[in-house]
């Protein structure tokens, strides 16, 4: 069996070969972090208070919302989430950050509340279909099962159901 050292040239390529190899599996466990959303800024937003400030002073200082609700009472949402990946892998919440500023009728801010990662609802598929309610049916149901129940509601006459022929609109 051949002894390898790194003072020969063979042994000197094979541990170059070597670095190179671990170097790139290790350039591929790279970590992406990402921002998505509202720079949450504690100072401005413990600045927003309920009583003194309005819609116009709110935008001012926080900006333009994340949205703003489209039902009942006007609230403003502004949305901050942090993700982490592991290189090729779905991105996972690292932090997350719902501010909501409630006004009221006149536009005064009445509470500002902060929500974290509580909020974020984890669904998980049940396979490649969904499941429902009803009956279940082959494919020779599906194709002759109406055979023979077309028209048999309207044959008899003066039923009285629409498009029957019977009663006062139908004849």
């Known amino acids: 069996m051949p002894q390898f050292s790194r003072h020969t040239p063979r042994g000197r390529a094979l541990l170059a070969a070597g670095l190179c ?4 599996g290790a350039s ?25 400030d309005n819609r116009a ?15 009942g009472e006007q609230d403003w949402y502004y949305i901050s989430r942090s993700m982490r990946a592991l290189a090729f892998s ?12 409630r006004f009221d009728a006149a ?12 909020q974020i609802a984890h669904v998980s598929p049940m396979g490649d279909k969904t499941p429902t309610l009803g009956r279940h049916r082959s494919l020779f149901d ?10 048999a509601a309207g044959m ?3 039923s009285g159901a629409p498009g029957s022929g019977g009663g006062p609109n139908g004849s």
């Open 107 to 118: 536009g005064n801010v009445t509470a500002v509340d902060r929500m974290g990662m509580e």
């Open 21 to 24: 190899v671990a170097l790139l």
């Open 57 to 71: 002073s709110v935008e001012g200082t926080l900006g333009r919302p994340s949205f703003a609700s489209q039902f």
């Open 142 to 151: 599906e194709i002759f099962g109406n055979i023979g129940a077309v028209g």
């Open 28 to 52: 591929g466990c790279t970590r992406i972090r990402t921002h998505q959303g509202y720079q949450v800024d504690k100072l401005l937003v413990d600045s927003v208070q309920p009583g003194i």
């Open 156 to 158: 008899g006459g003066a």
């Open 90 to 101: 779905n991105p996972k919440p690292v932090e997350q950050t719902v501010l909501r500023v």
